[in-house]
């Protein structure tokens, strides 16, 4: 995958100061599913009785919003309306941004 260029803002929400790559945001991204230029940002962490549902989209959306791109759709697909099913659909070049980010 090519190199993207990071604006300045997007830089200041994924970098430290160190110039690492921030962990939480990179492990909310890791939780994230992509598929066709949907992002599923709802997961879940925890065994049995003591399982929650957690949202990645307080990382997600400023991210896409920084780089200047824009949500086309929020939506969701599970059969019962479940929180997992949650998801944003994007442009493929958002979703390459975001699955290039996931990556570092």
Same mark, same amino acid.
């Given at each position: 995958?090519?190199?993207?260029?990071?604006?300045?803002? !997007?830089?200041?929400?994924?970098?430290?100061?160190?110039?690492?790559?921030?962990?939480?945001?990179?492990?909310?991204?890791?939780?994230?599913?992509?598929?066709?230029?949907?992002?599923?940002? !709802?997961?879940?962490?925890?065994?049995?009785?003591?399982?929650?549902?957690? !949202?990645?989209?307080?990382?997600?959306?400023?991210?896409?919003?920084?780089?200047?791109?824009?949500?086309?759709?929020?939506?969701?697909?599970?059969?019962?309306?479940?929180? !997992?099913?949650?998801?944003?659909?994007?442009?493929?070049?958002?979703?390459?941004? *975001? *699955?290039? *980010?996931?990556?570092?």
């Amino acid at each position: 995958m090519e190199a993207i260029k990071l604006k300045k803002t !997007t830089k200041e929400i994924f970098f430290t100061k160190k110039q690492e790559a921030n962990k939480q945001v990179l492990k909310a991204l890791n939780n994230c599913k992509f598929e066709d230029g949907k992002v599923y940002h !709802t997961y879940t962490s925890g065994k049995g009785r003591f399982t929650s549902n957690l !949202t990645a989209i307080g990382y997600v959306l400023p991210l896409l919003k920084a780089q200047g791109y824009k949500v086309l759709s929020e939506g969701n697909d599970s059969p019962r309306g479940g929180s !997992t099913g949650d998801f944003i659909k994007v442009s493929k070049r958002a979703l390459n941004f *975001l *699955l290039y *980010l996931s990556n570092q």
